[in-house]
């Protein structure tokens, strides 16, 4: 399954299938990004970052790519699992700045 | 645990009460945040301090007032809030730019 930018705040995937979730990002000027998973009842939990001299970078069954040409961000999960389920949220900041800009965020359910 | 720890956990509070958020992390971080989630909008920065100096006011009212004794505690302090100003309080602190942000599990406040 795949979120489209901002506009698609749900996504849902069968579980064990990949899921892709997108984001568009504002600042040109942003150099550094990250992806954080919300769990109900939680604050945000980091995920993975990447830093805008790359363009992919790999954890454990999470991919995110940065294509920067056309400001856009995407997390892969592979394999999804339940404990996926949550609100994903793309964050951007640049060097020295010390604030994050989030964006919408992106519910992901899990069927069963 | 995050090592940002917010109490409490939930709030309930009347237009006329004062209360306090507390916010307090033991990361070594010189950076500490307020940030405002309400339902389906972004998260919304609403403070920044760096060691113990506030560096950014997002336009917030004055019905929310920070206070930062050092740079391990963060308050946020309430008085005649509005019902609208009902929300997920998240609290996070960071090394300084976006590196090492690390997020609470937030207060849920309820006006009535």
């Known amino acids: 399954g795949e979120s489209v930018g901002l506009h698609l705040p749900t996504l849902s995937v069968q579980e064990g299938d990949n899921s892709i979730i997108n984001c568009a990002y504002s600042?040109?000027?942003?150099?550094?990004f990250i992806w954080y998973k919300q769990e109900s009842g939680k604050g945000p939990q980091f995920i993975i970052d990447?830093?805008?001299?790359?363009d992919k970078r790999q954890g454990q069954r999470v991919t995110v790519l940065l294509n920067k040409t056309v400001k856009h961000l995407s997390l892969q999960i592979a394999a999804t699992q339940p404990g996926d389920s949550a609100v994903y949220f793309c964050a951007e900041t640049r060097q020295g700045a010390q604030k994050l800009v989030f964006g919408q965020g992106t519910r992901l359910t899990i069927n069963p | 645990e995050t090592g940002v720890t917010q109490t409490p956990r939930h709030l309930v509070m009347g237009m006329t009460n004062k209360k306090s958020l507390k916010c307090e992390q033991h990361l070594g971080h010189n950076a500490m945040y307020w940030y405002k989630q309400s339902a389906k909008k972004p998260l919304e920065l609403m403070f920044v301090?760096?060691?113990?100096?506030?560096?950014e006011n997002n336009s917030v009212p004055s019905r929310f007032s920070p206070e930062c004794p050092n740079s391990s505690h963060l308050f946020l302090h309430l008085h005649t809030l509005q019902p609208e100003d009902s929300a997920l309080y998240l609290c996070?602190?960071?090394?300084?730019?976006?590196?090492?942000?690390?997020f609470g599990s937030g207060t849920r406040l309820t006006v009535v």
């Open positions: 990447i830093r805008s001299n790359m």
């Open positions: 600042n040109s000027a942003s150099d550094y």
């Open positions: 301090y760096n060691f113990k100096e506030q560096t």
């Open positions: 996070a602190s960071s090394l300084g730019g976006g590196d090492g942000y690390t």
